[in-house]
């Protein structure tokens, strides 16, 4: 699995110099394995903003779980630790999903 693609400002509010936001580019790239009720998923995410007057360059891998938890239905949860010094240190996502409507297996 993976995405690429870039990341555009078309307007900011007005914000202190340092927190100006940035074009960037990013790169996603991750794999998974069937384990227990669920997939353990890695993911290593990389993006850059330097290319547009930026400084930030992060990098950051995503350890995670998915669990099936009834036809449809998924919980995520991943800890991202950041790699550089301009990505976040170490955080923590939650994802809930479920799917509405369509033929579904």
Known sequence: MGTDGFEFVADH???????????SIFSNSGVSMHIGHGW????????SNRWSGGSDNQVAFTPSYVWRLARRTELLLGLPVGLT???DHIGAVVKFTFELGGGGN
């Open 40 to 47: 353990t998923v890695g993911e290593i995410s990389v993006s």
């Open 13 to 23: 509010r007005n914000v202190e110099e340092s927190d100006v936001p940035h074009h």
């Open 85 to 87: 010094s301009s990505a």
